[in-house]
């Protein structure tokens, strides 16, 4: 029968990435501190004291995945301090914590919006250094409703700041696709070569743009929109980032095999670019469905996720016939207000890992998880023989993770 167990650690792999359940403003400890001067990039999302309590939306049973379901809303995080002195002493912390984590080229880049930004920057030039200022990104979007009695606040500012004066930045790696052609004052012509340009005559000097020449981002990006709420990047968190604004920050930044880290990771955005430029990674929040939203997201075959277990009386149930055999999920109904009426057996389980309890983690031999290509969940593996004791991962409708090994009656 499976037995409930509480397992803090979860490795599949090398477990070499890391998603932490931990408060990223706190001081550096444990497993975070051992990254420290490590990072080529400290990416920071965090609240922005709006004094609100935020939700996010989670796929249910199979039927839930199908297109046009709604899907069950539940509590994803509240931004709610209290006093400002208690929002900067948090904000602090994060800053603080970045500036420890970045290696001598690296780079911060703090995601703010209006509420924050002026707090950011002062803290920022306190603990960075005026001097390593880079850039105050404008990242202007249109979604979202209309103010009357001002004008729409319809941007987030990206404050970045370099460690040291020897920082890594190529601008090259960001190109953008080049737009109808605007400079009506300027002379247009074709040289010798048959090239077209641009040409501009002023100051005594002569400036010449040709139109096949690459362009760049300036510090106002208007170009990448924000997520509706169809998208199909969407995990659920109302406040997720896109994919195109996170490989935007990194791409000058970082390169093959360097490490970014997250203090506030949210749905996994960084960590999903990360991935996809080929970067390790560390993604810290203090919320643990945050941290399995993320590792649901990455489907990383080399990772360690440290997050605690939902102690509660829900049961698993199954069959393992013995050492590299068959081991098959029978049972599973976990409670929760959100979840709807459960239509059929197993509805509740989101994902599940069969691997081997190891000393104090669990090894994760095999990964199954519903997804919007394949909702119907596999319960069936051939669990090969291994170190240590028998045992399933699971992860719910709702978020939350339990262990549970396998004792031979």
């Given at each position: 029968m499976f037995e409930p167990i509480s397992v803090t650690r979860e490795i599949t792999g090398k477990g070499q990435n890391l998603l932490l359940c931990a408060d990223g403003s706190a001081p550096l400890s444990g497993a975070l501190a051992g990254y420290a001067a490590q990072a080529q990039c400290v990416y920071i999302d965090p609240p922005f004291m709006t004094g609100d309590s935020f939700t996010r939306r989670r796929r249910f049973g199979q039927s839930g995945w199908k297109k046009g379901t709604p899907a069950p809303e539940y509590p994803a995080y509240a931004d709610r301090y209290g006093t400002r002195e208690s929002y900067l002493a948090f904000l602090r912390g994060l800053i603080e914590n970045a500036h420890k984590l970045l290696n001598q080229t690296g780079v911060l880049a703090l995601h703010l919006d209006w509420r924050t930004n002026a707090y950011g920057r002062i803290l920022c030039d306190e603990i960075f250094g005026e001097e390593l200022f880079l850039n105050e990104i404008i990242w202007s979007y249109e979604s979202g409703g209309r103010a009357k009695k001002y004008f729409s606040r319809k941007h987030d500012t990206i404050l970045l700041y370099a460690r040291t004066k020897d920082y890594r930045f190529d601008l090259r790696r960001v190109p953008l696709e080049r737009t109808e052609h605007r400079k009506?004052?300027?002379?247009?012509?074709?040289?010798?070569?048959?090239?077209?340009?641009?040409?501009?005559?002023?100051?005594?000097?002569?400036?010449?743009?040709?139109?096949?020449?690459?362009?760049?981002?300036?510090?106002?990006?208007?170009?990448?929109?924000?997520?509706?709420?169809?998208?199909?990047?969407?995990?659920?968190?109302?406040?997720?980032?896109?994919?195109k604004l996170l490989e935007r920050i990194l791409k000058p930044v970082v390169k093959e095999g360097d490490l970014v880290i997250d203090l506030c990771c949210g749905s996994g955005t960084s960590m999903a670019a990360a991935q996809e430029l080929s970067c390790r990674f560390v993604g810290v929040d203090s919320a643990p469905e945050a941290i399995?939203?993320?590792?649901?997201?990455?489907?990383?075959?080399?990772?360690?996720?440290?997050?605690?277990?939902?102690?509660?009386?829900?049961?698993?149930?199954?069959?393992?016939?013995?050492?590299?055999?068959?081991?098959?999920?029978?049972?599973?109904?976990?409670?929760?207000?959100?979840?709807?009426?459960?239509?059929?057996?197993?509805?509740?389980?989101?994902?599940?890992?069969?691997?081997?309890?190891?000393?104090?983690?669990?090894i994760v031999d095999q990964t199954f998880r519903r997804t919007p290509r394949n909702p119907e969940l596999p319960l069936f593996c051939i669990l090969p023989a291994g170190e240590g004791e028998p045992a399933v991962s699971t992860v719910d409708a709702a978020g939350r993770r339990r262990v549970y090994r396998w004792v031979f009656e």
């Open positions: 009506n004052h300027m002379r247009r012509s074709v040289d010798e070569d048959g090239r077209a340009y641009s040409e501009i005559k002023t100051g005594g000097k002569v400036y010449r743009y040709y139109d096949d020449a690459p362009v760049y981002p300036g510090d106002v990006w208007t170009d990448i929109s924000h997520l509706q709420q169809r998208d199909p990047e969407r995990t659920g968190y109302a406040t997720q980032k896109p994919m399995l939203t993320s590792a649901s997201r990455l489907a990383c075959e080399d990772l360690a996720i440290c997050c605690p277990c939902t102690a509660d009386e829900t049961r698993l149930e199954g069959v393992y016939t013995g050492e590299g055999g068959m081991m098959l999920l029978t049972g599973f109904n976990a409670q929760h207000p959100s979840f709807p009426r459960i239509e059929q057996a197993m509805d509740t389980l989101e994902s599940w890992s069969a691997g081997h309890i190891v000393g104090d983690a669990f």
